[in-house]
C-alpha cells in the first residue's frame, strides 16, 4: 500500500494555488501557529536533522536567490519587497532561460548547507542542555 507522503512525492504535477487561496492559507497557519501543540511539534522538529529533500529545497531556493542577483541585479530584500505577480514573472523568466545554471549552482551548494545543518542542530541541542 503506498503512503500520502509516498503518492505527493511521486505527482509529477501539483496544483498551484491561487492569490485567494494562498491568502486564505496564510490566515489559517497563522491561527494554528497559536496553539500550544502545534508549538511544540515545531520546537521538537527544530531539535531533528532537516531532511535531505528540505537540505535541497534550500539549496535550491539559495542559488535561486544568487540568480536573481546576479542577473536581475536585485538583493534579496528588494526582491522580497515586489508584489507577488513580479516576483512570479521574474522566477518565469529565470527557470526559463537559467534553469540549469539553478541547477549547477544548488548542487555546488548542497555540501556546504548540509554541513551547515549539522552545525545549526549542534547549537541548538547545546542551547537545549543549558536551558
Known amino acids: 500500500m ?8 511521486s505527482l509529477d504535477e ?22 500550544p501543540a502545534v508549538q511544540a511539534k515545531i520546537a521538537r522538529a527544530r531539535m531533528k536533522k532537516a531532511p535531505d529533500a528540505k537540505i535541497q529545497q534550500r539549496a535550491n531556493k539559495a542559488a535561486k536567490q544568487i540568480i536573481i542577483k ?11 519587497n515586489l508584489t507577488l505577480q513580479q516576483r512570479q514573472i521574474i ?4 527557470m ?3 534553469a540549469g545554471a539553478v541547477k549547477k549552482i544548488a548542487k555546488k551548494m548542497l555540501p556546504k548547507l548540509k554541513k551547515a545543518e549539522l552545525v545549526r542542530l549542534k547549537l541548538a541541542k547545546k542551547g537545549k542542555m543549558e536551558q
Not at 503506498?2 to 512525492?9: A, G, H, Q, R
Not at 501539483?14 to 496553539?35: A, C, E, F, S, Y
Not at 546576479?70 to 522580497?80: C, E, L, P
Open 14 to 35: 501539483r496544483k498551484t494555488l491561487t492569490v485567494q487561496q494562498r491568502k486564505k492559507m496564510g490566515i489559517r497557519m497563522r491561527k494554528m501557529m497559536k496553539n
Open 91 to 94: 522566477d518565469d523568466k529565470i
Open 2 to 9: 503506498i503512503t500520502f507522503d509516498e503518492l505527493m512525492v
Open 70 to 80: 546576479k542577473f536581475a541585479g536585485m538583493d534579496a530584500q528588494a526582491y522580497s
Open 96 to 98: 526559463k532561460t537559467k
